[in-house]
């Protein structure tokens, strides 16, 4: 460059680059002066926010509650004026909610069989510990659900209820029955609608992407979008899954005699089809009959023997067997495996929707399974529970009535 063409740039330059810098300057302080501003505003928001929370707590003469996913407190905390016989913080924590209060009525249908069904509870009536005069609380709660769709526990409120009111009288069958069914189709529209459609826009989005565009996509981007039209598959199937566990209350129960022997063969047949590459040796004990609906029972076993067949996969010759035992004075249904099992710890989450013990990955399933197979025992009567160790396989134990 020449010597006046290097003058001309000290002489006419640095004017402007001191300009540039000063602009830059100011651009700095002008975004750190308005991020301290909404840093402050923020601050204020939060202010205000927890002071209407303060002022609602006063206001309303409720107890606040939080449980773990095991339905055990984690909080209780009683309003700000709340008498000194009121309820003692639990001992220790980790007190399940049903033994901190005395429902009345059944137990299948009661505060803990809410609790495991993961429903909301809607003025739950409930005795006080220690109440006198027969006072009672009412009980309202909703379930928290992770990120990934975990159950966390619930979180709700209790309030004095005063007396038990007066017992209402009683709903015709009829008239209840209709009321369910519509509930049922309300449910089922709600679901089929406000989620699937969400799930077929990003469905559709991604099938455009990768017919239209994989090609300019890489290795990486190309496993993206499978990935994505994976998970609308996997919700789908959840959706599917959830439909026909609402469907089990509304459907009445057909009552017969049931081969559950008969049925249980032609579920293990409908499985080796399915996969004859399979070296599994399936025991069924002969002429167990019992009085039921065929299709709910079928389903029992399909999920139950189902799950034997899946979970123990993995074993080269795997043994699944299903039998009947007296207990008790009762006819108890055992299905086992000798699979992959589980840990006893974690029983109790079994039978919950979208409840699972192992990884989607390793095993494949919608975690809805077990609740309608519980579904199905409590509405022929019965009762269901489990025995494992992991690795060692698991044994399902289910009675019925009939």
């Not at 919950?352 to 009567?381: D, W």
Request: charged share 20%; net charge neutral; no cysteine.
């Amino acid at each position: 460059m020449p010597a006046t063409s290097v003058a001309g740039l000290a002489a006419d330059g640095w004017p402007w680059l001191f300009a540039m810098v000063a602009l830059g300057a100011m651009a700095v302080v002008a975004f750190r002066l308005g991020r301290l501003q909404q840093l402050r505003d923020d601050t204020e928001t939060l202010r205000a926010t927890r002071a209407r929370q303060q002022l609602l707590d006063q206001l309303l003469d409720v107890w606040q509650w939080q449980t773990d996913r095991n339905h055990r407190l984690l909080r209780l905390q009683p309003p700000s004026d709340a008498p000194a016989a009121a309820w003692a913080a639990p001992a220790g924590g980790g007190q399940p909610l049903w033994e901190r209060f005395d429902a009345s009525g059944d137990p299948h249908a009661g505060l803990r069989a809410q609790l495991e069904s993961m429903a909301p509870l809607r003025d739950v009536a409930v005795r006080s510990p220690g109440g006198a005069g027969g006072a009672h609380w009412l009980l309202r709660g909703v379930p928290r659900f992770d990120a990934e769709g975990r159950f966390e526990g619930y979180v709700g409120t209790a309030r004095a209820g005063g007396p038990p009111a007066e017992p209402l009288p009683p709903v015709p069958a009829a008239a209840a029955a209709e009321e369910a069914l519509s509930e049922q189709a309300a449910f089922s529209y709600t679901v089929t609608h406000d989620l699937r459609a969400p799930i077929r826009v990003v469905e559709g989005f991604a099938r455009i992407l990768k017919e239209d565009y994989g090609r300019a996509l890489d290795k990486i981007g190309n496993d993206h979008l499978d990935r994505v039209l994976a998970a609308a598959a996997r919700m789908n199937s959840m959706i599917d899954a959830l439909l026909a566990l609402a469907n089990l209350s509304a459907q009445p129960l057909a009552r017969q005699p049931v081969n559950l022997s008969q049925l249980a063969g032609f579920v293990v047949d409908d499985l080796r089809r399915a996969a004859p590459q399979r070296q599994a040796t399936v025991r069924i004990e002969p002429g167990l009959v019992v009085d039921g609906d065929p299709t709910l029972l079928r389903l029992v076993l399909e999920n139950l023997l189902g799950n034997a067949w899946k979970y123990s996969a993995q074993v080269p010759h795997a043994q699944i067997s299903f039998g009947a035992a007296q207990r008790d004075g009762r006819r108890v249904y055992t299905v086992a495996d000798d699979g992959a099992g589980f840990d006893m710890r974690n029983a109790e989450r079994l039978f919950g929707v979208f409840q699972r013990l192992h990884s989607a990955n390793e095993f494949p399933g919608t975690g809805v399974g077990l609740a309608s197979v519980k579904r199905i025992v409590r509405r022929h009567g019965g009762d269901i529970w489990a025995e494992a160790e992991p690795g060692r396989g698991a044994r399902f134990h289910f009675t019925l009535q009939g």
